[in-house]
């Protein structure tokens, strides 16, 4: 049993001890340059015990009823310490401080715990350390009263959604006498239901729950705000699939399910259209995100978590990517007023992050044949074929008016600047960014295999 504790949960044991090493090495005041590789090694590491664990097929239930290492968990896992390595190597270069790493490791570990989670008591649990560390990450280096004010909206926001699903869960306990995830659905408890989606809802920034989302994104350092839109998201969409699995909805909330989706489709990408900064147009596009994650929850086909897998997984790499080329496009731009001007004629200063920046929007965008593309297939595709033509019909429409602001983009980058700002562009390349290099080299290739091998979450799913 001690060996299955240790084996099961090694990368959320990797972690922790990495938290602790951290901890430490900041008492004895050792070289913060040491935390971004420790960071990284241990991700790595972690990666690398999950591969080996869904190549073997291995499965266990620790604690039943509240901790179960399934393929789901081991491929869950996986998509967000491999999304949080990505994540590390766009981080190295703009921070070399012991509490960033902490920070950032304590919510992984959040994440890993709400994947192997088969009970409410470790998800809720997951949830709030998935949760935390971010209000701090949003203020640590900031100083600005506009970075309290967004990290107060989230906070506020998030206890909102931790009261709502505790009170849904408690519904479902005095219903049920259990915590498991499993009687869930076999309550059939329709208030519960509500409350436990809107407060998952609130936390992926579904309208109308999103007003936390805009400002917390604009007020956080750019890779912040990449860690609030990927890994945070991804933990928050692929919670609520670990809760419903390919359970198929009841007619009254697949209809509040359907309504809130368009909505946020609509709603996201109408708003991003006037937006003039990076960070904000970003948190409206993930408002938009939101929208086509939550509306793969109305499928009936059994083909919702494979669906949500690609999507989560291709829409998290895509915006750490984003992110870090707008990073080493605009420089010291980016945390002060980051806007879109910046990137006026980048292509003919710095092709290559303004070429792959160009693909990474538009694959946010849904451009056939890059991976977003193909995400949002599966998502039609599944909807479609449960039933929902006419608001699949809406929310193709709603795809539409993204791609207004994602060309924009583009256009921007291809729109042939002053001499005197290319050569300003020139002087700002050092090396330091190649630690940011080396994590969008691995996620253009995680992107790119998941663009050769669409089915690739189907066929790990699936295998014993």
């Known amino acids: ?27 004895v005041r050792a070289d913060e340059a040491l935390a971004g590789p420790l960071f990284l090694l241990t991700l790595t590491v972690g990666c690398g015990v999950l591969v080996a664990q869904l190549s073997s097929g291995y499965t266990l239930t620790l604690a ?30 703009g921070s070399r401080c012991f509490k960033t790493w902490m920070l950032l490791s304590c919510s992984l ?5 709400i994947m192997s989670s088969a009970g409410f008591i470790t998800l809720f649990i997951g949830i709030e350390m998935l949760s935390l560390p971010g209000f701090a990450l949003m203020i640590h280096g900031r100083g600005a009263s506009v970075a309290c004010e967004g990290a107060f909206k989230y906070l506020l926001m998030s206890s909102v959604a931790t009261a709502l ?9 005095a219903q049920t006498g259990t915590l498991a995830i499993a009687d869930f659905a076999g309550a059939q408890n329709w208030a519960a239901g509500a409350l436990v989606l809107s407060g998952f809802f609130i936390k992926a920034a579904v309208f109308p729950f999103h007003g936390w989302a805009p400002d917390a994104y604009d007020s956080a350092r750019l890779p912040v705000t990449a860690f609030l839109a990927s890994v945070v998201k991804a933990a928050v969409v692929l919670a609520l699939v670990r809760i419903l699995g390919n359970m198929p909805l009841n007619a009254e909330a697949t209809l509040a399910v359907t309504a809130l989706s368009v909505a946020s489709i ?13 960070k904000r147009l970003l948190a409206y596009s993930s408002i938009a995100h939101a929208g086509y994650m939550m509306f793969a929850l109305t499928d009936s086909t059994g083909g919702r978590v494979e669906a949500l897998f690609y999507y989560v997984a291709v829409y998290a790499v895509t915006t750490i990517i984003a992110c870090a080329c707008f990073s080493l496009l605009c420089g010291d731009q980016v945390d002060q007023a980051d806007p879109l001007a910046c990137l006026d004629g980048a292509y003919y200063t710095r092709p290559v992050p303004a070429f792959i920046l160009g693909a990474a929007v538009l694959s946010l965008a849904g451009i056939p044949p890059l991976p977003g593309f193909l995400a949002k297939l599966l998502v039609f595709k599944s909807v479609i074929a449960s039933g929902h033509l006419l608001p699949a019909v809406l929310a193709f429409i709603g795809s539409f008016l993204g791609v207004i602001y994602y060309l924009g983009i583009v256009f921007r980058l291809f729109k042939p600047a002053p001499a005197s700002q290319q050569a300003g562009a020139v002087l700002t390349r050092n090396w330091s960014q190649s630690w940011t290099w080396g994590g969008v080299l691995i996620g253009s290739v995680a992107l790119a295999l998941f663009m050769l091998f669409p089915d690739l979450f189907h066929r790990l799913l699936a295998t014993v």
């Open 1 to 27: 049993m001690a060996t299955d504790f240790l084996y099961g949960l090694l990368p959320e044991h990797l972690l922790l001890l990495l938290i602790l090493v951290l901890m430490v090495l900041e008492i």
């Open 64 to 93: 039943p009823g509240e901790v179960v290492i399934d393929r789901f968990a081991i491929l869950a896992r996986l998509v967000i310490l491999g999304c949080g390595t990505v994540l590390g190597f766009f981080s190295i270069t």
């Open 109 to 113: 570990l959040g994440g890993l715990i």
């Open 165 to 173: 699903m505790l009170f849904g869960i408690s519904l479902v306990y």
């Open 266 to 278: 609509f709603y996201g990408n109408i708003t991003a259209i006037r937006q003039t900064s990076f």
